[in-house]
């Protein structure tokens, strides 16, 4: 019933708009739309519980682990405290932090990193997170923020010595309207996701609901900024192959993952589709094995329209050799949201694997 009250009010907004509509019009328009919205949010589906042992919540996460990012030496970043249009926050009033957490350590902790002076830490808002290593050793993390609803890239130096981040600058640009995820491909270069054309709360819905394809892949340099692929219902987590030949990207509402060739003026050609029956969220690499490990959402209508009583569950994916006719997809993990709610990222190192959510908790996990 939620999700038709959404929709009458989204219909009245346009019949405001624009000339009004006849009664068989308006109820055509809406079982149409109610019927298209179910099925991209996946709002009928139901999913046997999958365990894992030697698991435990992280302490101190609380308020979401939208995002995860981990170097070669085991340190991990994790984006945390992200409040998103129509999304529930456990916190909506503490702004959002960066954590840190060391697989070298027996039992690994997350502790919040400090930030530089002269950055706006009261409206930070961490959604999509990338690393990069620069040929001198140096570590860049770039954090897709949303100041006062808003979308910037935030581009940091991570100074180990005292477990700190620099910023070293924002960017905007128009082509960036609502950036979800990021994949640094260089100091002051990266690929983004836009999730949405609009990033208004009401017109981010009514994309939503008419199925708009207006979701697109942008590539960032200092000196070109463009498109390189489009035609997404919402583009989400994005990724690159351990040999830097292909770029990942998960199409969360058409429950699919994106196969693009890179090429050496950065755009990108598709290669190949692979069909899912959840909502691919955030896609971390292993670069060990170049097994891609997917975050997803069983039923989105419990994301965005959350529930206590029925809150919505987690899911993780493994799959291995996506470039082949067949590619194996396992099942590793979900359950239905009575530990995790809402998982959005899994990321694997060195036999530990870590499920974050866009707005819970996060599990540490031994395999």
Known sequence: MV????????????????KPLGHHQVKFALNYIFSSCRNKLNASREIEPVELPNCHLIKGIEAGSEDIDILPNGLIFISSGLKYPG??????????????????????????????RGFDLASFNPHGISTYIDNDDSVYLFVVNHPHQKSTVEVFTFVEDDNSLKHLKTIKHDLLPSVNDILAVGPDRFYATNDHYFFDSVLMFLEMFLGLTWSNVVYYSPTEVKEVAGGFYSANGI???????????????DHNIHIMEKHANWNLTQVKV?????????????HSTGDIWAGCHPSGMKVFFYDPE?????????IQNILSEKPLVSRVYAENGSVLQGSSVAAMHDGKLLIGTVFHKA????L
């Open 3 to 18: 999700l038709r009250e959404h929709i009458f009010k989204l219909v009245d907004h346009l019949l405001q708009l624009g």
């Open 87 to 116: 999304v529930k926050s456990f916190a909506p009033d503490k702004p959002g932090e960066i954590l840190l957490m060391d697989l070298n350590e027996k039992n690994p902790k997350a502790r919040e990193l400090r930030i530089s």
């Open 239 to 253: 990724n690159m192959s351990p040999d830097e030949k292909y770029i990942y990207i998960a199409d969360l509402l």
């Open 274 to 286: 692979l069909q899912l029956d959840t909502l691919i969220d955030n896609l971390f690499i292993d």
């Open 310 to 318: 029925n809150p919505p569950g987690s899911e993780v994916l493994r």
């Open 363 to 366: 599990l540490y996990c031994e």
